[in-house]
């Protein structure tokens, strides 16, 4: 099975590092290891992180294989096209699903309300071992 798919991938013409390099061109661009928001029927279902995309054997579509982020997680793999992969909104199964990319927040970015709110926030160091006293 690997071999085929080392062979799929070796006849598209697409590795893995070329298709990080080229999908990261652009910002909004959902690569392998991002966490997403998957919605379904337009509201906030789950998250999901990409362990892989893969292409599959017809052109112009990719096999992503998501972790759901749910008790107990759960993978599934997903045959999409770029642009579901990257949030356009698509239908499975006759309902409609859209995957968000979820953007990080960095700690030095003032620019979003959650960002200045852990600015505000003084983290305390807990030390797991107990002083003896």
Known sequence: MNQ???TRRRSVGVGATQRKHAMADKKERTLEGDIV????QDKPSVYARIEAIEP???KDWFQVTLLMLTMPPQSTTWILREEYIN?????MGGQPLKIEKVEKIHQGSADSEGA??????????????????
């Open 56 to 58: 599959d054997v017809k």
């Open 37 to 40: 928001l998957i919605y379904y």
């Open 87 to 91: 949030g356009t909104p698509y239908t």
């Open 4 to 6: 085929q798919r080392e």
């Open 116 to 133: 200045s709110q852990i600015k505000k926030m003084s983290p305390k160091v807990v030390p797991l071992r107990r002083k003896n006293t």
